[in-house]
């Protein structure tokens, strides 16, 4: 009983639905809390309680945002000292501050890599269904129409320029895979990349790529530096006709200035996983039938979801028996925090 009593709590906040066997298994090194409250005020109330006294580290589900809102200064002095570990259970960790949480001596993680291949997988689909334009058949099939009235004819991915924007893991996931249908493969990052990493991708201007490719693939993650990286000046900068695919953040892209580059006939199709308010999409983008449309459904797979959950939990059990984690954000590497 005294060895169980001088256990560290950690917290889950929001739900595991795939890992409830390996959650319970930190029970091994630490007293489990699970958050009651469903917003943010209720959120400071119990924290407030001590309910949370004695917390180190916590798992943050990706759904969480609609019990702590942003993960900022206010939650993190809600949290008693003793909170130092932020276990991010998703690839974007966007909903959270990292510099409040650098401030307060908070570590940060997310899920590197596993996500890629299925992210990469919901880009491909975006990426075909929407150079071969066949939303619209998809509909008209549905509606009764086989064919539809009038079909326009799409577009082969072979011999076409793909230009990836942020060559992180998923970018370079899509850029593998998008060689096999025959691409020819661009990219601009923050840095151009090793030989080995690039695996025969062109590094270009961000002004070229958008210039020069028939298919823009958006691969950054949200930060102050990229929220509408695209809007109207960068519509006007691209090839006429291009194909744009976003599997990224919403509000990396301006997509008023999308649906207004889409009506003018500058872009030809678009194919996205994610938007700028979601729920909410843009009325011109559900109204056209060219756009192909999913409801942020990237990491939706049993086998993804299951392994993103099972790495953030083990992350948890680092932060209390090593106390360091695997996948610190890039914002806090070189402190010696990892
Ligand atoms: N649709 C989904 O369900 C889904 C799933 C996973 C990830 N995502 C999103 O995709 C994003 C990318 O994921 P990842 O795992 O590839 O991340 P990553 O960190 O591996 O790669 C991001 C890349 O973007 C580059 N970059 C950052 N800022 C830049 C800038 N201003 N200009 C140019 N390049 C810049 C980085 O250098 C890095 O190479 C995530 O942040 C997340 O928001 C979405």
């Not at 900068?237 to 695919?245: D, F, Y």
């Not at 983008?285 to 999913?294: C, E, F, G, M």
Request: aromatic share 6%; hydrophobic share 40%.
């Amino acid at each position: 009983m005294a060895s169980q009593a001088a256990k560290p709590k950690v917290l889950c906040i929001g739900h595991i639905n795939f890992a409830e066997k390996e959650w319970q298994s930190l029970k091994d090194v630490a007293e489990l809390v699970v958050v009651q409250s469903n917003n943010r005020k209720k959120f400071l109330a119990e924290a407030k309680s001590g309910a949370f006294d004695g917390a180190v580290a916590a798992f943050r589900s990706f759904t969480s945002a609609s019990i702590t809102g942003h993960f900022d200064s206010e939650i993190l002095s809600a949290l008693p000292s003793t909170f130092h570990f932020l276990c991010q259970n998703g690839a974007g960790y966007d909903p959270i501050d990292v510099s409040a949480c650098t401030e307060a001596e908070v570590r940060v993680c997310n899920v590197p890599k596993i996500a890629d291949d299925a992210t990469g997988d919901t880009a491909m689909f975006l990426m075909l269904g929407a150079l071969r334009l066949f939303n619209p058949m998809l509909v008209s099939l549905r509606e009764g129409d086989f064919k539809g009235s009038s079909p326009k004819l799409g577009n082969d991915p072979r011999g076409k320029k793909l230009g990836i924007l942020g060559m992180g893991g998923i970018g370079r996931n899509i850029a593998s895979k998008s060689k096999a249908f025959g691409m020819e493969i661009q990219y601009y990052n923050r840095k151009p990349l090793s030989e080995e990493l690039s695996g025969g991708a062109t590094y270009v201007s961000f002004d070229e790529l958008l210039a020069t490719s028939d298919i823009l693939s958006l691969n950054l993650p949200l930060n102050k530096n990229t929220r509408h990286i695209i809007s109207t000046a960068e519509f006007e900068k691209m090839k006429p006709g291009i194909v744009v695919i976003n599997t990224s953040r919403g509000p990396v892209m301006d997509e008023a200035a999308l649906v207004v580059a889409l009506d003018e006939g500058k872009v030809r199709s678009a194919g996205m996983d994610v938007f700028e308010e979601e729920p909410k999409i843009h009325p011109g983008l559900v109204s056209n039938r060219v756009v192909i449309l999913l409801p942020h459904v990237g990491t939706q797979t049993l086998e993804t979801q299951k392994a993103m959950e099972v790495f953030t939990i083990e992350n948890v059990r680092r932060a209390v028996v090593e106390g360091r984690l695997e996948g610190l954000v890039p914002e806090q590497a070189g402190k010696g925090w990892d």
